[in-house]
């Protein structure tokens, strides 16, 4: 185990300044400007007034922490600044607290420069006279220094001044000039954005944005590289790491928070299991909740627990019944929850329908209640539906292509980084790592115009083309890209390698325009190349299998996949995805036997660890589906059983839930949709790892019956999230 | 000192006046005006001495008094202050002084108008200097004072006193001037405290500067200072530097808020992310331009209802708005007759000459421009845009930009 880094999830200014830079994500071009901004406060007379908004966990403290940390290692700053941070013990009822604060902490600061003797005369007086005398000192003691005044929850700031304080606040930094401030807020109050008010105007806002989820792989990523634990830093450059973390997003949101609080027991293991992560972090933000449900009003704190008891989106009416609450009081209770960020409503006609707006919060609370069931079965659904490539668009064919393309632009680095100008190599890196696709391209464009210092010209040449044939896929410039690649395979020269691989990239690019037999050409180009890499030779079999598959010629599909398996030496990815490939051709051709024994034969040879273990399950389902209804009470009994021996149910249940768009894009299958719903129901009921699955068919049907999302709201938001992308052609 | 743009004229312009003339500086929210209040006390000429003050905070007239003489101390010499004409005038108020703060015992509150005549012609006797108070948010003071006597009951209308008391001070003093400004139009305080011809005659004899948004020069070569300040692009293309300074009506404010916001994109700066930038501004619900204040303020400044041909009582913002949505779905300016063409066709109203009225108002407070063949069209481009998405209008060629 390695020596874990004290990261404070909850007080990032007291961690040491060094680790906080090392585990900066997300906002460097803002932190740089914020400390510019705050240089030019203190070296001219322009103040820039600075309020950074978002909710909590979202990173505030830590970017303040950095400003400040920066402006402080600044010399020439020293001299001319006084920083005056206020902590969240300094609680301000008053402009004459206020400026009480300020010079209390001017004289902890520098006691030689700095004195107190103005309360003497301020004693006895009228409280407005107090704050004039105070600020009048402080402005005639500090001199033609400027304070940079640090707060964090301003709000409570201006509710401690109120209109009078604040009015001579304004007009003491209007006519002083000699005060900038950096604050930060949960969200905005009415003191900065109602325009009666005297601050209103004043501030630069600047709303922090929420981790994406590059941002959040990036931060766990950088507080594993300072624990030392490479293992996850690799393990998160993976594609499966990329999934995990895809996952941990949908469910976890953008809150810097919580990644760091994960992070402080994240293992390879416990991301890749997920299940655990994820079990793990609820138990330990629990209290945190908790703490949070606490301090709400008991009628508020009752209806938040009711909500995380219920799980989907429930109407007020069913809110104020479970909780034995009046109806009127519930909807204010909620109208306050949610300007406070605890819970969304959606309306649905006259009806408004409430839930927690943090489903990790929801599932965290509920923890103790179902003994975690929940979490788990989301975790489980989660873990599966972001990794499981066929699921998304495309998956077999683009995913393959992406990755392909990826590894070969990044070879170049490696390859060509002594010999070619430094500089190219450079941006075509950096557009890599920004996926900045122009750069890409505009650096890939000098190499293949010109030849570059020394190395082998060809290679070059080639590695450029492929990187911008790349480049223009992604920006969907796929003429361009498709004559790049051309230009890699009628290369004089080229080595049969590199042609394999611009073949089965420009095959990719074929089926993406919809055009078969151009792809499929390409992919037989490659299999009847001599001395082509057997590696490449099996991906094209393989895609070619899909294409014929897709084509409704099923035999020749067969005997192309047939061929993978049969093939030496062929990496365990593509053996495995060829495994679990098979037997959707054997059900498409009603040789159920045969289907039936090559998905156990995948599932015993291929390798539990793999990525593609299991894969297709969704082809499965949909050619059993396509059996016909007199087939599916038996294969639904076979399949579950099978996967249950296999401990893969819930890739079984993802797949179910995924089965849902097909019924919804082929009106041919509209009509069986609720037949097959109520036969899953009836078979798969027994298997915990299933109800989740069931679940959301039976809402779905409902909602397809309907033609409105309404049955959906009974789903708990992260899962509905996903259905309802699936179910967008039958919803208004 | 910083780096100012296009204000030499309006700043050499407030200077020859003020040999003769207090001012009057009206300006809309965000073109500037602190900005010329600063200028003003940067290039202080010798002969002058320029007192700012920002009496937001001031809630009294005896407030104002001790302001007016805190402010004026630091200018008095030691001695005068120890034994000279200044202590003089302290003993007179019977003041005491706490803390390096004078103060006024507030038993002298009632006699303020005195001890203003006495503080100000101490101030104007004893200086050969002009003497020049820069007032900001002066409106709001008096707001505050009326709102305060209402509150207790008082008829004294101290606001309308001191607005007297100030006019008859700088007919009084030759060496006195004054400058009033504020966030909030004076005319609006004025007319509200008292009836529209008396309004105008507290202020008639003060010289009224408008500023106005940049100039295209000014507005270009500011952009272009503050691009290359943020390292933006090394050397500004005309087209964007164009584009930023237009689409944000040379305005200042704006232009620097827009500059903030393309800082901290990741991406290069083109024109296209420039008109991604503001038609996000323009939709945002955070409203960080405060454009939504051209709206709300409707009902604050065009108080009172008109009666319409029926005797049903219309709000006076309502027209205004009506006549503000007309004129923002029209691509050109409009006349006074087709303004009133327009509202008539929503209310039942018979009174072109309460039509003209409010249009000389909406020109007021900048909403609107009269050009030369009498015709009005939006000031700002920018708040029309904003205008036609916030009232979901359709401009005038089916799209929703000016």
Known sequence: MHDMQHISAYTPSNTDPEILEKIFVQRHKLLAKTVAWCEESILTDKKNNLLFIGPRGSGKTHFISMVVNRLRNKPDLQEKMIIIWLGEDDVITSLVDLTLFIIERLVKIDPDSFNKDCLEQARGQKTEMVADIIL?????????????????????????????????????????????????????????????????????????????????????????????????????????????????????????????????????????????????????????????VRSLPPQQGKIVQKLCELQGATPVKTIAEETFIGERSVAKQLGDLARNGYVISHKRGKQSYYEMAEPLMRLALEVKNSQGQPLKLVASLLRTWFSDEELQKNAEKFNSLSSDYRKAALSIDKELLVSINNKIAEQIVLGIDTNDYERIIAASSEIINGPQTDGDPLIQRVNALYSRGYSYHHLGKIELALQDLTAIITLPDVPVDQKAKALLSRSVTYDGKGEAELELQDLTTIITLQDAPVELKAKALLNRSITYNQKGET?????????????????????????????????????????????????????????????????????????????????????????????????????????????????????????????????????????????????????????????????????????????????? | MNKVFGREKVIERIWKLLLEHSILFTAERRVGKTTVLNQLIETQKEGYRVIFSDLEKIDSPLEFINDVLNKIAPFVSIEERASGWFFKVWETLEGTEVGGLFKIPDHKEKDWKALLQTAINAICSNTDDKVVFLWDELPYMLQKINEHEIANGSVERSSLKIMDTLRALRQEHSNLRMVFTGSIGLHHVLNTLMNDTYAAESVNDLEKVALLPLNENAAQEMTQFHLTKEGLIAHPETNLVESISYQCDCIPFYIEKLIRRLTVREQKISEALIDQEIAYILTDANDDWELEHFRSRLSTYYKGVIFDTNEREIKKSAIAKAILNYCAVSAEPQSIDACYRAVKSSYSIDDRDMIITLLKNLVKDHYLLRDEQGRYRFCFSLVQRWWLLAEGLTGAEGNNHA
């Not at chain 1, 001044?161 to 930060?184: F, H, M, P």
């Not at chain 1, 082809?619 to 009470?633: K, R």
């Not at chain 1, 915990?688 to 019956?705: F, S």
């Open chain 1, 136 to 292: 009048h000192s402080i402005t005639e003691q500090i001199g033609m220094r400027t304070i940079l005044l640090v707060k964090e929850n301003m709000s409570d700031v201006f509710s401690g001044l109120k209109d009078t304080g604040q009015k001579k606040l304004r007009a003491y930094l209007q006519e002083k000039n000699n005060i900038a401030i950096l604050a930060s807020s949960q969200k905005l109050f009415s003191g900065v954005s109602s325009r009666d008010e005297a601050f209103f105007g004043f501030f630069d806002i600047h709303h922090l944005k929420v981790l994406k989820t590059e941002d959040a792989k990036q931060l766990i990523s950088n507080i594993a590289a300072l624990n030392q634990d490479q293992r996850l830093v690799d393990f998160l450059a993976s594609p499966q790491g990329c999934y995990r973390v895809r996952a941990l997003h949908h469910l976890a949101g953008g809150n810097h928070r919580l990644y760091v609080e994960l992070s402080a027991f994240l293992t390879t293991e416990s991301l890749d299991d997920f299940v655990s992560a994820l079990t793990k972090l609820a138990d330990n933000l629990t209290p945190y909740f908790q703490e949070r």
């Open chain 1, 555 to 732: 035999e020749q599909a067969l005997q192309s996949v047939m061929a993978v398996i049969d093939m030496p030496n062929v990496s365990k990815d593509t053996i495995t995805k060829a495994l679990f490939y098979l037997p959707e051709l054997y059900f498409k051709l009603l040789q159920i036997d045969k289907a039936q024994l090559a998905l156990k034969t995948a599932f015993e040879k291929a390798e539990k660890s793999n990525e593609y273990y299991p894969s297709n399950t969704g082809g499965v389902l949909l050619a059993i589906n396509q059996l016909g209804s007199s087939f599916w009470q038996k294969q639904m009994t076979w399949i579950l059983a099978l996967y249950a021996d296999y401990d893969a149910l819930d890739h079984l249940g993802a797949a179910l839930i995924y089965s849902i768009s097909c019924f919804v894009e082929d009106e041919s299958l509209a009509s069986s949709f609720k037949k097959w719903q109520q036969l899953w129901q009836e078979q798969a009921e027994q298997y915990q790892e299933m109800l989740l699955a069931l679940q959301v068919l039976q809402a779905a049907v409902l909602a397809v019956e309907q033609k409105n999302d309404k049955p959906l709201m009974s789903l708990p938001k992260e899962v509905r999230e996903l259905v309802l992308p699936l179910l967008v052609k039958v919803l208004p």
